[in-house]
């Protein structure tokens, strides 16, 4: 079955630090990959996506690129904000034929950015 | 455009009981979804709906566990009896049926707690 793994936080930097969050993934077919953020007291929110491989995702400076060969959707970004506190959840999706399947996440990653 | 409702937000309830969940979601969207969500856990799928029809709900624990979604357009998560281990959020989602790389769209949950 599907499978997402990311690395375990909570990860705590300082503003303006960089960012990479680690996340690899299992899937049976050629899956789209996704970042969702959850801030708090609130829902989950689309943050980036890509579809095949070698696509990069980007938005609000966060960046993941799909690496087929590693498996892999790793979320970057070159100077953090107070405000991107959150937590950070990669997913895949899986295109059966008759609908995207249900999204698979994984655990989540809480992001504490300090002042 | 509204996004995905959800109600009740909170819920406290004793082990034994009934509850349930409601959600509607966004306008045109034919695809709904229900997860659960442990404190500190990725969301779970629990069930997804194609219109009115039920297309996966291998996860669901159909012993108390019950969905419907009887016109295509809102849907209720019934749990009865509850147990203590169902205390978690329940989140609703929705997206247009559509091919590779397709968003989900998630309320803000319900947070349901068993004592």
Known sequence: ?115 | EAGVVQSPRYKIIEKKQPVAFWCNPISGHNTLYWYRQNLGQGPELLIRYENEEAVDDSQLPKDRFSAERLKGVDSTLKIQPAELGDSAVYLCASSFRTGVGGELFFGEGSRLTVL
């Not at chain 1, 077919?29 to 969702?36: H, R, V």
């Open chain 1, 1 to 115: 079955g599907n499978s997402v793994t990311q690395m375990e936080g909570p990860v705590t930097l300082s503003e303006e630090a960089f960012l990479t969050i680690n996340c690899t993934y299992t899937a049976t077919g050629y899956p789209s990959l996704f970042w969702y953020v959850q801030y708090p007291g609130e829902g989950l929110q689309l943050l980036l996506k890509a579809t095949k491989a070698d696509d990069k995702g980007s938005n609000k400076g966060f960046e993941a690129t799909y690496r087929k060969e590693t498996t892999s959707f790793h979320l970057e970004k070159g100077s953090v904000q107070v405000s991107d506190s959150a937590v950070y959840f990669c997913a895949l999706n899986e295109y059966s034929g008759g609908g995207a399947d249900g999204l698979t996440f994984g655990k989540g990653t809480h992001l504490i950015i300090q002042p």
